[in-house]
Structures are given as structure tokens and as C-alpha cells.
């Protein structure tokens, strides 16, 4: 690929770490942004803990011990607001500087394949000019083929005739 694609390619990935820091500071101004990434990242965390609780067994639930175990497990799940807020933007900011990876990744690809496209399209364009001069030159072999014929019967028919007038000639 072509040194300007690539150098394009890391311009926009190197900016978008900025991009994403700001959108970060974005989310920790605003209120309203604020309050969903709270939300959002206190839900990731109690789904999480859910999850990943490995130490209540199948079929304990109701006894003392998976109710004690659930406790902790929504325990851990409870996020203070900043712990909450910190965890939402790095994901935001992350998510963001991943998507635009993810984009460039995509564009070079299409790049990449619009230049293949290109190829097999130059390639049937010559396969087929290559076709068409190979049709005439049998065209022209079959007309040289004729005309050799022709030739030939007109060598055999002179020579007929040559001898013939030397026959009459010896005969005289």
C-alpha cells in the first residue's frame, strides 16, 4: 500500500488519543453524561459481579451461605460514584480510540480491496485483448492456409501445363 495511505493511517490513530482524553473530560463535565456513565458503569459492574461469581454453588441457593455469598458479590458490585464515573470514561475513551482503529483497519481493507478489484478487472480487459488477437491470428493462419492451397494447385496445375507444352514441342 502506498506510503501516503499508511502515513494517513497513523496521523488519524495518533489523534484520536486526544480526541478520546477530551471526550473523556467531556463526560466527567457534563452532568447529564455524567449521570448515565455512572449508571452504565455501575450496571457493567453489578453484571460482572453476577457473573463471575464462582464461589455459590448450583443448587445452594436459599442456604446461609449462597445468601452471604450474594451479600459480597453485590458488595463488590457497589461502586462508589467516582470509581464509577473514572471506569465509564476510560471505557468511552478506549472505546472511541478503538473505533477509529477499527475504522482505519476498514478503510484499508476496502482500499486494499478496490486495488485487487482493479487488478482482476486489468487483467480480464488483457485476457480478453490477448483473446481477440489470438481469434485473428487463426483468422489470418486460416487465409494463409487457403492461399498455399491455392499455390500449390496452381504450382501443379503450371507445371501440368509446362510439361504439356513440352510435350506438344518434342512432338513437333
Keep these: 500500500m502506498a506510503m501516503y495511505v499508511k502515513a494517513f493511517a497513523l496521523v488519524v490513530k495518533t489523534a484520536s488519543k486526544p480526541l478520546a482524553k477530551r471526550l473523556r473530560v467531556m463526560i466527567e463535565e457534563s452532568a447529564r453524561a455524567r449521570r448515565i456513565a455512572i449508571d452504565a458503569a455501575r450496571w457493567a459492574s453489578r453484571v460482572s459481579a453476577f457473573v463471575s461469581r464462582d464461589d455459590v454453588a448450583i443448587g445452594e441457593s436459599g ?11 453485590l458488595a463488590r458490585a457497589a461502586m ?57 491470428q487463426h483468422e489470418t493462419m486460416a487465409d494463409m492456409a487457403a492461399l498455399i492451397e491455392d499455390l500449390m494447385a496452381y504450382k501443379k496445375a503450371s507445371t501440368a501445363a509446362v510439361a504439356a507444352s513440352q510435350r506438344e514441342a518434342a512432338a513437333r
Design 63 to 73: 442456604t446461609r451461605r449462597a445468601r452471604a455469598a450474594e451479600k459480597k458479590t
Design 80 to 136: 462508589s460514584e467516582e470509581q464509577a464515573l473514572r471506569a465509564a470514561s476510560e471505557f468511552v475513551g478506549e472505546a472511541f480510540v478503538f473505533a477509529v482503529a477499527g475504522g482505519v483497519v476498514w478503510w484499508e481493507v476496502d482500499k486494499s480491496n478496490a486495488k485487487d478489484e482493479k487488478r482482476r478487472a486489468d487483467a480480464a480487459a488483457e485476457r480478453a485483448q490477448l483473446s481477440l488477437i489470438i481469434d485473428a
